[in-house]
């Protein structure tokens, strides 16, 4: 983990953009809500979270059509520090958790039956344990799901004296076109010329480390979501051409 100054409320509202994006594809509308003053400014690292966060959503919109996805963040202080409470919830088809206590074993058959392995939700519950948290799930067999964590974080600045107790974040509409892949930011050719590579020969690990070093949570957070959906699939073919189609629309 590398903590870092953050802005959480521009974190939230960049990965609000690309989430509306991300849904629309199912029909789904996409919600975002923040509760409590958020910090101006807080400790952590805020690309592993969006990491999370794009996981979390591109695993409910899946599962989701016609529906509804939800990000929620509530904030409250505590002495130096906020504790925020996140959770993903959607409208999608549910599992019944009653036989099956652990959350991944839980999402195996569902998982399977939507082409996926469930990796997204093990490198989610990496990163987030790495951070001092732990994923949680509550769903219902036609009723939905709700993923959520606990995060307790250094405050650097305090909010303003008039911020509100409660919003929701300005952005886009809750429904727009999905967006295509020629206006979808990229890191350069060289980089997706690695990435080629990488997935040529499987190398799942140097694939997870190469987001790490090539890409930017603000500009290429679609061009992510998009690399981790197909890694949770093991779909080396697809990041292969990915990163070869992302090299000719960069051009």
């Not at 958020?38 to 952590?44: C, H, K, V």
């Not at 039956?113 to 997204?120: K, P, R």
């Not at 990163?127 to 509550?138: D, K, Q, Y």
Request: glycine fraction near 8%.
């Amino acid at each position: 983990m590398r903590p870092a100054p953050i802005d959480l409320q521009a974190l939230l509202a960049d990965i609000s953009d690309y989430a509306v994006s991300l849904c629309s594809q199912q029909n789904n509308h996409f919600h975002c809500h923040v509760s409590g003053a958020l910090p101006r400014r807080i400790a952590m690292d805020g690309k592993r979270l969006q990491q999370v966060l794009l996981n979390l959503v591109s695993n409910a919109a899946k599962f989701t059509r016609d529906g509804v996805v939800t990000l929620s963040v509530h904030a409250r202080q505590d002495a130096e520090f906020c504790v925020l409470n996140v959770s993903v919830s959607d409208t999608g088809i549910g599992i019944d958790l009653a036989q099956k206590p652990d959350i991944f074993d839980a999402f195996q058959q569902i998982q399977a039956e939507g082409g996926s392995t469930g990796l997204g939700l093990f490198i989610s519950q990496r990163i987030l344990m790495a951070m001092g948290g732990s994923l949680e799930v509550s769903s219902a067999a036609g009723e939905g799901t709700t993923f959520s964590f606990e995060l307790s974080v250094p405050i650097i600045e305090a909010s303003g004296a008039g911020s509100p107790a409660a919003n929701a974040l300005p952005g886009p509409p809750s429904r727009i076109a999905a967006a295509p892949v020629a206006a979808i930011a990229t890191p350069g050719n060289a980089a997706l010329d690695e990435l080629a590579e990488l997935a040529l020969h499987g190398r799942l690990s140097d694939i997870e480390g190469w987001i790490n070093r090539h890409t930017d949570p603000n500009t290429h957070a679609l061009f992510t979501a998009q690399l981790l959906d197909r890694l949770e699939q093991f779909d080396f073919a697809g990041i292969h051409q990915l990163a070869q189609h992302s090299k000719r629309s960069a051009g």
